[in-house]
């Protein structure tokens, strides 16, 4: 009887080894087979794309123009890799096409040092006169990103540079191409020496910074005064203000010689340096200083300036004072640059508001429109405690104001539109709320979108506008797609429900409408999602939204 159990126990135990062994082989073939799917899935993929590359490359010497612009762009957009796209673009560096030849060279320059076989062409082009500035210009850049320690590329930049009849934006170019290269291309240094003589200012800055890079060796301390700074190799100097720039804020007690220099030196090159480093040292304390180049005649140092003051940010609260006084300079450039940095300093710049009010109140029709952008952003940015500037916003929104007559239709309801989100930041007076309600009631997009953010910012205080809210939730409602800088990726509708919601519990009567709207489902704005977050506002189940993002960017 144990024998004949045991041998039915071995029996089953070959029979469950026959079964594992039956599964594992189905599992292996099913294994092998999935592998085959895909292998074969992915070489009609690449046979595909094979094709696909084939078909645009020949597109690209299509004699409609829009045609190759358009076959280069899918071709850059499938991200050749350098096997593939290197020769095709190679080919089409002599397309009739000035665009495309560009575009070509731009891509190649992408591919860097993987693109080396473009290197004879490249300096080919760069040398021909009668290919277009702007193709020659690419070219001289992507010489240096794709080979910067060749000594043909320096040599045809050098070569190139030196010719008499090589235009500005070449010139440029070369320049900056030379200083990416750095101290490979030592060669070029004395052409370099001669371009700081150049007639364009940008031209002696860029040569001068070139030469910073290319010059080898530790850097020097800038002399402690320009008289002895100037006696120094133009090479050596501006290694030496590279060197200031890298140490950043531990520099600070360079800041008085680098405002001598910016204000009185005769050399462009060098209060371009001193500008530059005044960026990266400190430029809350030389405010003044910037304000008074960006002021100036040379095009060059007023944007360097520029750049200089962007750097001012919420903890530079010493430049709100200089930033203030400069809101009534004579040169609108200036007022500009200032009101965006009181911007950029936030609410900590509210004693810059009577100088914005003010600046608002003279502002006309012929002020740029940028301008009045800039002090509202301003204002914008300081919030509650810029509640005084109420009025002056309030009286600006007549359409007859002074701000907006004869201002185009466009214009106009730009300008009235951010007059509204201002006043949400700032705070709504009563004066203000006839100017809302009539704008909700207007068929203008944009009004109706910024008199919806101010209806809202007034919170349950703002019932009256409920009705003209509801509108916008009208199928038949002509929404509008707005991309401002105060009113971003947003349209009006959405502006209208967002009020309803921030509104409460008095908006109860725009239920209805919300639910439908919340069980629709939304494809490129998120109605339903900001339906259902009002709905329970208005209902207190839920917190109300929040009012849009106030984005500040410099223009």
Known sequence: ???????????????????????????????????????????????????????????????????????????????????????????????????????VIRALSAYGPRARQALPDLIAILGETQVTDSVRAETALSLSAIDSNSSDVVTALIRSLQDKQTVFSLRLAIVRALARIGPVAKEASATLVISLNDPMTAIQCEAYVALGKIEGGPAQLLPPDIERLEQMAPAKSSQAFLALERQGTEARSRIPLLVQIMRRSPERHLRCAAIRSLGSVGQQETTSALLTTLAGADDYLSSLAVGALEKIGPVDTSAVSPLALALAHTNPK????????????????????????????????????????????????????????????????????????????F?????????????????????????????????????????????????????????????????????????????????????????????????????????????????????????????????????????????????
Request: glycine share 6%; aromatic share 6%.
């Open 1 to 103: 009887m144990r024998r004949r159990f045991a041998s039915f126990l071995m029996l089953q135990a070959v029979g469950l080894i026959a079964a594992s062994f039956t599964v594992r082989a189905q599992e292996r073939t099913s294994q092998d087979t999935v592998r085959k799917i895909e292998a074969a899935i992915f070489q009609e993929q690449d046979r595909q794309r094979r094709e696909r590359i084939q078909e645009l490359a020949a597109q690209l010497s299509d004699q409609d123009f829009d045609k190759r612009r358009t076959a280069l762009g899918q071709l850059l957009e499938m991200r050749l890799s350098p096997e593939e796209g290197v020769p095709l673009f190679i080919e089409n560096l002599r397309n009739s096409s000035p665009v495309v030849q560009q575009l």
């Open 334 to 409: 200036v007022r500009l640059q200032a009101a965006l940095a009181l911007a950029r300093i936030g609410d900590a710049a509210y004693e810059a508001v009577p100088a914005l009010i003010s600046a608002l109140d003279r502002s006309t029709a012929s002020t740029n429109f940028e301008e009045v952008d800039a002090y509202l952003e301003a204002l914008s940015a300081i919030g509650q405690r810029a509640s005084s500037s109420g009025p002056v916003i309030t009286a600006s929104l007549a359409r007859d104001s002074k701000l907006l007559q004869n201002r185009g239709v």
């Open 411 to 555: 214009l106009r309801s730009y300008l009235r539109a951010h007059l509204f989100v201002t006043l949400a930041r700032v705070g709504v007076p009563p004066e203000s709320r006839r100017f809302i309600l009539e704008a909700l009631q207007s068929d203008d997009g944009y009004e109706f979108a910024g008199a919806a953010v101010a209806a809202g910012s007034l919170g349950a205080r703002g019932a009256d506008a409920v009705p003209y809210l509801m509108r916008a939730l009208d199928p038949n409602f002509k929404d509008i797609y707005m991309m401002f800088t105060f009113l971003m990726d947003t349209t009006a509708s959405l502006e209208a429900i967002r009020a309803l919601g921030r509104i409460g519990p008095r908006a109860a009567a725009a239920i209805p409408l919300l639910e439908r709207i919340a069980q629709t489902t939304s494809t490129s704005f998120p109605f339903d999602v900001e339906a259902r977050t009002a709905l329970q506002a208005i209902r207190g189940q839920g917190p109300k939204p929040k009012p849009p993002s106030n984005i500040h960017s410099p223009h």
